[in-house]
C-alpha cells in the first residue's frame, strides 16, 4: 500500500494524466484527511478552484491542493511528534494514567478526522495548516468556552456522526466536530443543553 509521499510524488509526476493525478491526489486523503475524506476533498477543490467531480483538473490546481495539504501534514506531524515526546517524559516520571486528550488524541493518530466536519460542505474556510495551528494551540492551552478554530461560542452536541465516537460537540458555525478536551464543563454543559432543547422542540 502506497504511502502519502509516494503518493505524493505520482500527483506531481508529469508522465501520468491528469485522471491519474487526481486519483492519487485522492488517495492522499486515505492517510492524511483533517475534516475527513470527503469534507477534505470538497475544501481542497474550492481553495485550488476544482470541481469536485471535474476528472480532469489542470496541473496548476493538483499542485495548490496538494501543496496545501502537505503544509497541514507537515504541522499535524510536528505536534504528533511533540505529543510523542511529552508522553514519553511523563511515563518516565511515573505519569501513566492516560487522560481524555490522550484519547481523543489515539482516535485521530495520523491527522485523519482531527478536525472531523460530518456535513462534508460545511467546513472551515481557511488554510488547512492555519486551522489546524489554531487547533494545536487549543489542545495546548486550558479549556475554553468556543469553538478553537472559529471562536463561534454557538456548539450543539449531536448524535449519530459518521465518526468515532458517533457523538461529540459541533460547531454550528465552521461544522468541525470540537475535540472535547478543548471545551470547558460549562461549555459541553451548554452544548448538551441547546440539543436537549431541540429534540424538545421537534415534539
Not at 23 to 52: D, K, M
Not at 64 to 85: C, D, I, N
Not at 102 to 130: E, F, M, Q, S, Y
Amino acid at each position: 500500500m502506497a504511502g502519502f509521499r509516494s503518493l505524493a510524488r505520482r500527483v506531481r509526476d508529469p508522465r501520468l494524466i491528469d485522471a491519474e493525478q487526481r486519483t492519487s491526489l485522492r488517495r492522499c486523503l486515505e492517510r492524511f484527511a483533517p475534516y475527513g475524506h470527503r469534507a477534505t476533498w470538497h475544501h481542497l477543490c474550492l481553495r485550488a478552484g476544482i470541481a469536485p467531480d471535474d476528472r480532469h483538473p489542470r496541473q496548476a490546481q493538483l499542485m495548490a491542493a496538494l501543496e496545501e495539504l502537505e503544509e497541514a501534514r507537515a504541522v499535524w506531524l510536528g505536534y504528533e511528534a511533540e505529543f510523542a515526546a511529552r508522553r514519553k517524559r511523563e511515563k518516565y516520571d511515573g505519569i501513566r494514567r492516560p487522560t481524555s486528550l490522550d484519547d481523543w488524541h489515539r482516535r485521530t493518530w495520523g491527522g485523519n478526522g482531527v478536525a472531523w466536519c460530518d456535513d462534508p460542505a460545511v467546513h472551515p474556510a481557511g488554510r488547512l495548516a492555519d486551522v489546524l495551528r489554531r487547533l494545536i494551540t487549543a489542545l495546548d492551552s486550558a479549556p475554553g468556552d468556543c469553538c478553537p478554530v472559529c471562536g463561534a461560542t454557538r456548539i450543539v452536541w449531536r448524535e449519530g456522526l459518521r465518526h468515532d465516537p458517533a457523538a461529540g460537540p459541533v460547531c454550528t458555525e465552521c461544522g468541525i466536530v470540537v475535540p472535547v478536551p478543548v471545551l470547558c464543563p460549562e461549555a459541553l454543559s451548554a452544548a448538551r443543553a441547546v440539543a436537549w432543547e431541540s429534540r424538545y422542540a421537534v415534539r
